[in-house]
């Protein structure tokens, strides 16, 4: 965990947008969620924070946020659940293309992708 990242966790608790459609990185677990509540309350600083959470083992997760979501969604077969959905999404060659953010192809409409999908590539 960075001052990075629970900055971070404090916007996205603020309510504030982020624009990466994925997050991989430490999960707060209930006791950090805690402290990270307490510091986003003002009711302690960062320092304490860190102090708080030094002992502390989260677990990681990884978060698929707008595209990634979109196409998953777009893409799930009706006996297909979330996760095996995401597993072949992710396995896809199309994701290569869609992280190369200055391609093109991430910023196209979500039909376009999952049609580049369905067909083969964009």
Not at 2 to 7: I, P, Q, S
Not at 58 to 72: A, G, S
Request: hydrophobic residues 40%.
């Amino acid at each position: 965990m960075t001052d990075e990242w629970l900055d971070f966790i404090a916007d996205c608790r603020r309510g504030i947008e982020h624009f990466y459609d994925i997050v991989e990185g430490p999960m707060a677990n209930d006791t950090i969620w805690d402290y990270v509540e307490d510091f986003f309350r003002g009711a302690i600083s960062r320092a304490a924070f860190w102090e708080l959470a030094k002992f502390r083992h989260p677990t990681h997760q990884i978060v698929f946020c707008k595209v990634y979501t979109r196409l998953i969604l777009d893409t799930m077969e009706p006996d297909e659940d979330y996760i095996h959905a995401l597993i072949r999404i992710y396995n896809d060659e199309i994701c290569e293309k869609l992280d190369l953010y200055d391609c093109g192809a991430y910023y196209e409409p979500s039909y376009v992708i999952a049609r580049a999908y369905k067909e083969g590539g964009f």
